[in-house]
């Protein structure tokens, strides 16, 4: 059984009538927040109104959003516009790899991601970590009963003899045991045609396969710079999940996730993989939308 994306139709042009509804979601679909879509997309339908014609050319469109969030969005914003096209093309899955450390914002970036793109498959390599941990002992395998942070714990004598620090020691452990899981899981998306959203930690560059027949993958390592404003997402997350997650346990391990985050960003730029600063949350979200819709571009442009 194939799942496809749910596809935005883009109301430009004659094919298709404008609609202010589907304009709105096609903007939002190129990363640009619902509030500044709904408004661009409202003062569109106000200008056919007021010129008496029923479709919209993109360069008007562009106008129009220029007056809304300034020239330079307004370019950005009509390039993935034409880009998007691109990605109503393709047949192929989509398979978005959006990795990171603790605390860092993936959850909420791919959570929204896939919302934007129609895909209702959405998981993470945590949750594969706690399922392993239902059928592995911790004797058997140590690393899954422990967060990535603290999967130093797990280390035996030997691999703390092994050069390295024990928090990325204990980290990879944990990660080439989960990998397996994240591995088959993707296989198994690729091999029934799912598009499907995965985040986590454990999604490091160059430990996992990207290339899978019949799927297009779109693999990206969100990161926090600031200290001040990673130690920050533990309060605001302490805070919407009412204490479900204790604070100070974050905030204690911060150094060692911090640890983790430099070696993934590393890693990241070893590999070519794009680093995505959520410094803003509307700009994150945007940075790895454009990532998608720059490589169905590609693929398409490929044919």
Sequence with gaps: MSERRHVTPLPLGDEIPFSKGLMARALVVTGLDPERSYLIAHRADRDLAE??????????LGEL?????????????????????????????????????TGTGKSTIATEAAHRLGITRVTSTDFIRQTMRAFFSEEFMPSVH??????????????????????????????RNVVVGVQAALERAATEHWSL????????????????????VVQCVVAIEDENLHR??????DYATEGLRPLE?????????????????????????????????????????????RRADQLVGAV
């Design 197 to 216: 959203v995965l985040e986590g930690v454990h999604l490091v560059p160059g430990m996992i396969a990207t290339e899978f027949p019949g799927a297009f």
């Design 146 to 175: 422990y967060s990535s942070f603290e999967a130093r714990l797990a280390l035996t004598r030997a691999d703390e003899d092994e050069s390295g620090d024990a928090a990325i020691l204990g980290f990879l452990d944990q990660t």
């Design 249 to 293: 346990k974050y905030l204690d391990a911060l150094p060692q996730i911090r640890q983790i985050q430099d070696y993934l960003v590393e890693r990241a730029r070893r590999y070519d993989v794009p680093v995505i600063v959520n410094d803003s949350l509307d700009k994150a979200i945007g940075d790895v939308m454009d990532l998608v819709l």
């Design 232 to 237: 920050g997402h533990f309060w605001v997350r």
């Design 65 to 101: 959003a220029a007056d809304v969030i300034g020239n330079e969005h307004a370019a950005i914003t009509v390039g993935r516009l034409k880009r998007l096209s691109a990605l109503q093309q393709l047949e192929q899955p989509l398979l978005l790899l959006v990795g990171g450390a």
């Design 51 to 60: 010129r008496g014609v029923t479709t919209l050319d993109l360069d008007r």
